[in-house]
């Protein structure tokens, strides 16, 4: 099973810190990123040579926006997010969930939230969940080599596409400087070590052209690529040394047994995307909501008129929420809580507090087709998750338009402040 299939589990035996600095990175930084954002995965820092720009050297305008792809546990989201200032977005995607909830972990170390720094879980051979011509700047560390060669030239068209016109590429990756004979191809120690699916310079540059890119530069970084192998000389404790994912469950990787530096190198790669007139979207994000865990439960529906007589009623055993963001106009639920959407999961211990004891908490949106039912099912996610049994998540049926619609005129309902 390659290291790019699904649901691999994340086992790292190299030692983070030797490998870390070994490939760029300095003291300084290292301690400026969460504990466990830097996990020997990398074979360069991207940052330092990305030139990101802060909105404070860009008047009037805001921070940059960078994607890292195959962020891994974050190091160089957390980096790029120091560089773009409170106003930029650093976004990490990585195609593995336990990578993504490690790296969302890291960043609430550092109190760290979207959309300054979002961590979105996304195949690199798929669509990019990333608005096309949003992004400044694309980072990426030992990656694409691991992505199997069809892969490689989406991705790279993918990096066109997000890019903003006159857009920039840093990568650091691992490149063949021959090609690579079936034997270190099929090796597992190549395989896990970030080698076997490294290509020659012509070819990678193809594929950079190919996808639309220009102003290649190619610089070899002249690291020691024995570096992945020297804390754990006999395949270390547990049994797999390397740059990348783990070795397939039961089997063992070890240390190639061939000289890497002979046949890879580490570069930095650098590309552009050309300039012109575009219409630059004011996200980045596809879905705002990529960027928080995948809501587990579906809390029940209760209709218009359920609600209608709990608000009658002298009961006070429920809340209502409305989870609309910009389109009030019209009126609300009388006596209903506002919450903005895109903040509410990080603001979810606050909203716990609020009310844990109110046994129904029922969401509401314009339709409650979707931000609302999201919230009442991160809502409830937490309540499980607290083991709390006294509150429970409902969705208002229809959302506030059927709500409107149904009790038009009368006021005890409605409110249109
Ligand atoms: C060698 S690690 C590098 C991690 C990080 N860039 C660093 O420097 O610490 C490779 C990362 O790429 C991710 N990855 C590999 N193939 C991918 C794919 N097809 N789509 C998205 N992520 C992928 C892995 O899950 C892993 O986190």
């Known amino acids: ?40 995965l990398s074979c360069g820092n991207p940052v330092a040579t990305a030139t990101i720009k802060e909105a404070i050297l860009r008047v009037n305008q805001k921070g940059e926006t960078v994607v890292d792809l195959g962020s891994g546990g974050g190091i160089d989201v957390f ?7 409170p106003s930029g977005k650093a976004i990490g995607l990585d195609m593995s969930e336990d990578m993504i909830a490690l790296a969302r972990k890291n960043a609430a170390k550092k109190g760290l939230k979207p959309p300054h720094v979002a961590f979105v879980q996304a195949y690199l051979t798929e669509p990019l969940p990333i608005e096309s011509n949003s992004v400044d700047c694309i980072i990426s560390n030992c990656v ?5 060669q069809e892969g490689k030239a989406f991705a790279l068209k993918e990096v066109h596409r997000i890019l903003k016109p006159g857009g920039r590429v840093v990568l ?23 080698i076997s699916g490294a290509i020659v310079i012509d070819e990678y540059k193809m594929l950079l052209q190919d996808a639309g890119l220009g102003n290649l530069l190619f610089v070899d970084t002249k690291s020691d ?10 395949g270390g404790a547990l049994g797999t040394p390397g740059c990348c994912t783990p070795a397939p469950p039961g089997t063992k990787a070890g240390k190639p047994d061939y000289d890497v530096n002979e046949w890879v190198a580490s570069y930095q790669i650098y590309a552009l995307k050309e300039d012109g007139p575009a219409e630059i979207p004011s996200t980045a994000l596809l879905r705002w909501w990529d960027a928080y865990p995948v809501v587990k439960s ?20 429920f809340a209502v929420i409305d989870v609309r963001r910009n389109d009030h106009a019209g009126g609300h639920v009388r006596g209903s809580h506002n919450v903005h959407a895109q903040t509410f999961y990080d603001e979810l211990p606050e909203v716990y507090q609020k009310f844990k004891d109110v046994p129904k908490v029922i969401f509401y949106c314009q339709s409650s087709n979707g931000r609302g039912p999201r919230c009442a099912g991160w809502y409830q996610d937490y309540l499980d998750s607290q083991g709390n049994k006294t509150s429970s998540a409902f969705v208002l049926k229809g959302g506030i338009k ?4 149904t009790f038009e005129g009368q006021e005890d309902l409605i409110d249109k402040d």
Request: proline letters at 7%; one cysteine or more.
């Open 298 to 317: 579906s809390p029940p529906s209760m209709t218009a008129e359920e609600v209608a007589s709990l608000i009658r009623s002298s009961a006070t055993d």
């Open 144 to 148: 694409i080599n691991l992505l199997p």
């Open 225 to 234: 690529l024995g570096v992945y192998y020297q804390s754990s000389e006999d």
């Open 172 to 194: 650091n990756d691992i490149v063949a400087k021959k090609p690579l004979p079936e034997n270190i191809k099929n090796d597992m120690a190549s395989y896990v070590g970030c």
């Open 1 to 40: 099973m390659p290291p790019w299939t699904k649901n691999e589990t994340i086992l790292i035996f190299v030692d983070a810190k030797s490998v870390a600095e070994a490939f760029g990175y300095t003291d300084e930084e290292l301690s400026s990123v969460p504990e466990g954002a830097h996990m020997g």
């Open 79 to 85: 980096l790029a997010a120091q560089k773009v200032g």
């Open 402 to 405: 059927n709500w409107l619609s």
